[in-house]
């Protein structure tokens, strides 16, 4: 049936003295910066928030500030402590005081879901053994954060995004009789989540992932534009 209407389709514009034109989809850029922060509470300042169910969702112009740190947005530029942070692959350090960029992934996409792993190597601890030894372990999961953004036409030229993600997180390590240093099996946590937030082309995002946007010190700060 679909064969079909097509075929008509295209002999009734034929008729018509034109040929079919199909466009071709809209493709983005997404770029993203994943940023370890400090696990403390921060002075935010937003004009526009957008809705979150549990979570920290700003764009446009906004700041968000731990003590004399700072990450701010005008909203088409991002800065870190008053410089812009390094794009992937530049040599130059990917900290700032207490912030850090994690990861600095980027990408074209189509409409629709959009999946990215970052993720670190399995961490490794001591455990002591019945006959008093120590014994190195590894941890049978991964530090991990899985995101996934599904890109759909919202208003005007803009677009209507829905945010997920997935974080696998260590805590604290558990303490070693007669041991100092902290070589303890860690914690392990997991946190999940979704926000939907409607975006400008060209404008930055900021979402925050853990209970409350803020405490798991990780956030993620992303800009959609049309390809070029």
Request: proline content about 7%.
């Amino acid at each position: 049936m679909q064969r079909t209407s097509v075929l008509a389709w295209s002999l009734t514009l034929g008729a018509l003295g034109a040929l079919p034109v199909f466009a071709a989809p809209p493709v983005y850029d997404v770029q993203m910066f994943v940023l370890q922060t400090p696990r403390e509470p921060a002075r935010i300042e937003a004009r526009r928030t957008a809705p979150a169910a549990g979570s920290l969702a700003v764009r446009g112009r906004f700041a968000i500030h731990w003590g004399d740190d700072s990450l701010d947005s005008d909203g088409t530029q991002l800065q870190l402590n008053g410089r812009e942070l390094p794009a992937p692959g530049q040599d130059r350090p990917a900290s700032d005081g207490r912030v850090s960029v994690l990861a600095a992934p980027r990408l074209r996409a189509p409409l629709g879901p959009v999946q990215i792993k970052a993720g670190t190597e399995p961490a490794q601890y001591f455990e002591r053994e019945a006959d008093g030894r120590f014994a190195l372990r590894t941890l049978p999961v991964t530090p991990e954060l899985d995101l996934e953004l599904t890109l759909a036409k919202g208003s005007g030229s803009g677009l209507h995004v829905t945010w997920g993600y997935r974080l696998v997180q260590l805590g604290k390590r558990a303490p070693l009789t007669g041991v100092t240093l902290e070589v303890g099996a860690p914690q392990v946590r997991e946190l999940s989540g979704r926000a939907e937030l409607d975006v400008t082309l060209g404008e930055w995002c900021l979402v925050g992932v853990g209970d409350g946007g803020l405490a798991s010190g990780l956030v993620v700060a992303f800009r959609i534009s049309a390809a070029r």
